[in-house]
């Protein structure tokens, strides 16, 4: 059921201004500014509630190393575009030559003693027993070679796919270690939100629902494709991760909002035009024994015109609707009140 809020015309004129902490003092015979009033309704909007998500791509990576090294050089920066293969970070490897050239003369000379075995067994002169001895040193040799190769090529880091550096770890000079992260970056194409959901929020949800969202000013539209409600032993709240479907292109990391249906909060709401803001500060005027009292409230996310009240306010406290210019004590005429309840 949609919720009706009331409008307010504040009418007469404004007594003087006040002295901070002050009540206004009027001189006999003024107009008092009327205004009307409505009582706190119980419930929120049926429309839903906005939980926090982050905007990311859909394929990611941390770039690490197995290898114990000094950095070489990175040839990469942040927000660098890169593609698949391209060398992103090499490590000192010298000490891994120099391992590779011993085990490659080490090679070449059991294969030598292998020729020789071959032809002396050719000629009867050599056992069996020889023979068996001298090959298996050569494969062992191969397969120390083979090692030591692969670990020289695991110090030149290369982009696993194409995409943007998203962060840089490490310097040249630094020295790392196995699985210590040097790089992310994630591919350029689909993006996807992900959010933290209570076990009231997810339920109701499902795989493929279509769910609102807004991010940097702009509205889109995304798709579920995870949910694992109530993952988390602490929070017990679990992990909602959404396809963006429009707009595309939006820059990465961004702070989203995911709007999450048909969610009605239990407590007070007020109207959003009651709503006074200053600063980091949100509160209401309320009317009380003929003046305008300032109450300084916590207050959710408004929908639909309509705001939570979390604490602050009790529900049988008249709130002044489009409070205008009212200062806090001023006194009041109450000219007619209703309600914005469902």
């Not at 009327?34 to 419930?43: E, K, P």
């Not at 479907?245 to 109207?271: D, H, M, W």
């Not at 006074?276 to 305008?292: P, W, Y």
Request: proline share 4%.
């Amino acid at each position: 059921m949609k919720t009706t809020l009331s409008t307010l015309a504040l009418s007469g004129a404004l007594l003087g201004t006040l002295a901070c902490g002050q009540k206004d003092v009027r001189p006999a015979g003024k107009t008092l500014p009327r205004v009307t009033v409505t009582l706190a309704a119980t419930g929120t909007p049926e429309r839903g509630d906005w939980v926090a998500a982050t905007l990311q791509s859909t394929r990611t990576a941390t770039i690490a190393t197995r290898m114990a090294a000094q950095v070489k050089r990175v040839y990469v920066e942040e927000g660098q575009r890169v593609a698949a293969g391209t060398l992103l970070v090499s490590l000192n490897d010298q000490d891994l030559q120099g391992q590779l050239k011993a085990a490659e003369t080490g090679l070449a000379t059991i294969e030598a003693q292998h020729r020789r075995i071959v032809a002396l067994q050719a000629e009867k002169a050599s056992t069996i027993a020889e023979l068996q001895q001298v090959e298996a040193q050569v494969a062992q040799a191969q397969a120390g070679v083979t090692a030591l190769k692969a670990n020289i090529a695991y110090t030149q880091i290369r982009a696993p796919f194409t995409g943007v550096i998203q962060s840089r770890k490490v310097n040249e000079g630094d020295f790392v270690g196995p699985g210590m992260p040097l790089l992310e970056m994630y591919a350029n194409g689909e993006q996807e939100l992900v959010a933290t959901v209570s076990e009231r929020e997810s339920k109701g949800l499902k795989a493929g629902q279509k769910l609102a969202f807004e991010v940097d000013g702009a509205n889109g539209e995304a798709q579920i494709t995870a949910l694992a409600p109530g993952g988390d032993p602490y929070s017990h709240k679990g992990t909602l991760r959404a396809r963006v479907l429009t707009p595309k292109g939006l820059r990465q990391g961004s702070f989203a909002r995911i709007l999450i249906p048909g969610l009605a909060s239990e407590g007070l709401t007020v109207p959003e035009s009651a709503l006074v803001k200053r600063g980091e500060l949100t509160g209401v005027f309320v009317a009380k024994d003929g003046q305008a009292e300032l109450r300084w409230l916590s207050v959710g996310e408004a929908v639909d015109g309509v705001a939570p009240v979390r604490a602050g306010l009790l529900a049988t406290e008249q709130v002044i609707d489009a409070p205008g210019a009212l200062q806090d004590g001023q006194p009041i005429e109450i000219s007619g009140g209703v309600s914005h309840g469902k």
